[in-house]
């Protein structure tokens, strides 16, 4: 590798993978997940996910290249941690919460990732594309904060500090 596309290309190849990988991580955990409210948001995200996968395609197409995935070793590491945890057993509340952490985890990857794509579109002056990775960016920072504001409501719901 040694250009900007090439880069530009295989970070394109990462995040595609990620939004796949992340559709069925997404369902799974939505489906494991106690709270109402979590469970809502868990769900809509996944909508927004396969608009997310639309995008990238869009994006693929302009650079003219076939969508293709690569394995991001960052989110198996985060999956990993979940089946884990699952491994240990835990209360529906504490998977409530791990859930809610391991997602936010996540989304602050997929910022980090969608910021680093934009970057790149833009050097490469690719207008639209920046516009399409700048939307995905977006949604995954509103997401975030939607995320955010689930901590405190699980935590005074059900979770009780121990004594």
Known sequence: METLSELFEY???????????LLVLLRQTAAETHSAKLR??????????????KRLERVFRMIEKPPAARTCHELEGFIRQ?????????????????????ARKIEQYEIVCYASLHNLAAKLRLPAAVKLIRDNL??????LFQLKLQSPRLASERLVPAA
């Open 11 to 21: 970070q394109l190849q990462l995040a595609y993978s990620m939004e796949h990988r």
């Open 40 to 53: 809502k948001a868990l769900a809509v995200h996944c909508n927004g996910n396969l608009v997310q996968i």
């Open 82 to 102: 979940k089946e884990e945890f699952e491994r240990l057993g835990p209360s529906r509340d504490l998977r409530d919460w791990v859930n809610l952490d391991i």
């Open 138 to 143: 977006r949604d995954e920072e509103d997401f």
